[in-house]
């Protein structure tokens, strides 16, 4: 157990559907970074939030938007959902010491239908 | 813009034959270097950050080290756990976050 949280393992949608994926950091952690990993592009960034407040921005389309709540938890929502959203969605967090780099979650694996 | 490539896409050795993944990068001004492993369906893990030029980590069969263009990633005498996919990633000096590379497929053979 990494200590990150993403919940749920899995999820199944149709087309045009919205979903909400959420990610609880390592206790202490106060940045939360968003990616996405599909077959054939690999892990690309999204978004990061630090205590509350977006950072950056990566390749995230203007469907997808995250927020970052008190409690320092995420979530990434993805609405109008197409085929080539499926993919696996990964929260990562860190903290103040860049030594170890992220701590990444098991992640959501995405299938729309 | 800041990049990173790996090769081999795919490497297959026997257990016990050792050998190294490459990983280049292009980025302006290097913040770290790090080097995750990454099972079939999970998350990343953690192995290696590197800083400057000249540094070498080690960590049990895995040694990564790392010049001013690239880093390699070095495994001695391989066991099949170490079958994953390794990925390698930069943060720049003035990010927060990092840019992976596409990763190398590690499958060592009993």
């Known amino acids: 157990d990494s200590g990150v949280t993403q919940t749920p393992k899995h999820l199944i949608t149709a087309t045009g559907q919205r979903v909400t994926l959420r990610c609880s950091p390592r206790s202490g952690d106060l940045s939360v970074y968003w990616y996405q990993q599909s077959l054939d592009q690999g892990l690309q960034f999204l978004i990061h939030?630090?205590?509350?407040?977006?950072?950056a921005k990566g390749n995230i389309l203007e469907r997808f938007s995250a927020q970052q709540f008190p409690d320092l938890h995420s979530e990434l929502n993805l609405s109008s959902l197409e085929l080539g959203d499926s993919a696996l969605y990964f929260c990562a967090s860190r903290g103040a010491g860049a030594n170890y780099g992220y701590t990444f979650g098991s992640g959501t694996r995405l299938t729309v239908v | 813009e800041d990049q990173v490539t790996q090769s081999p896409e795919a490497l297959r050795l026997q257990e016990g034959e050792s050998s190294s993944l490459n990983c280049s990068y292009t980025v302006s001004g290097l913040r770290g270097l790090f080097w995750y492993r990454q099972d079939p369906g999970k998350g990343p893990e953690f192995l290696f950050t590197l800083y400057s030029a000249g540094e070498e980590k080690e960590k049990e069969r895995l040694k990564a080290t790392l010049t001013k263009k690239e880093s390699f990633l070095h495994i001695t005498a391989p066991k099949p756990e170490d079958s994953a996919t390794y990925l390698c990633?930069?943060?720049?000096?003035?990010?927060?976050?990092?840019?992976f590379g596409p990763g190398t497929r590690l499958s060592v053979l009993p």
């Open positions: 990633a930069v943060q720049a000096n003035y990010g927060q976050n990092f840019v």
């Open positions: 939030y630090y205590n509350g407040e977006e950072r």
